[in-house]
């Protein structure tokens, strides 16, 4: 199963990322079960959103760019509105990016 790469850029990707390259420093890890543990974080992370999240989000805002590239979307609002059954929020800049999950299978 291909995987995006694209989590690796969450706050929790950037954190094991991190992690790894310090156990890597250390000689604690090997640079080859870094990648291993990488590749396992983003096939966990797809599978996580694809199977487990339920909720939907209603996302309001003003559009300021957005770009199509190598079958990716992406899109910068400003003062968004992300509203869903539980909350209500609003943020200054996101950065929406979005990928064909058919990809995936091929």
């Known amino acids: 199963m291909a995987t995006f790469e694209l989590y690796r850029r969450s706050a929790i990707g ?16 090997s640079p080859e079960l870094a ?13 996580a959103l694809e199977t487990q999240v339920k909720s939907k989000v209603t996302i309001k805002g003003h559009l ?3 770009r199509f590239c ?20 609003q943020v200054k800049r996101v950065k929406i990016v ?7 299978t091929q």
């Open 14 to 29: 950037m954190c094991l990322t991190e992690s790894l390259d310090e156990m890597v420093s250390s000689g604690t890890l």
């Open 35 to 47: 990648i291993q543990v990488l590749m396992q974080f983003d096939k966990s992370m797809t599978d």
């Open 64 to 66: 300021h760019t957005y």
């Open 70 to 89: 190598d079958n990716v979307w992406t899109f910068i609002l400003q003062d968004a509105t992300f509203k869903s059954d539980e909350c209500h929020e």
């Open 98 to 104: 979005a990928c064909d999950s058919n990809l995936l």
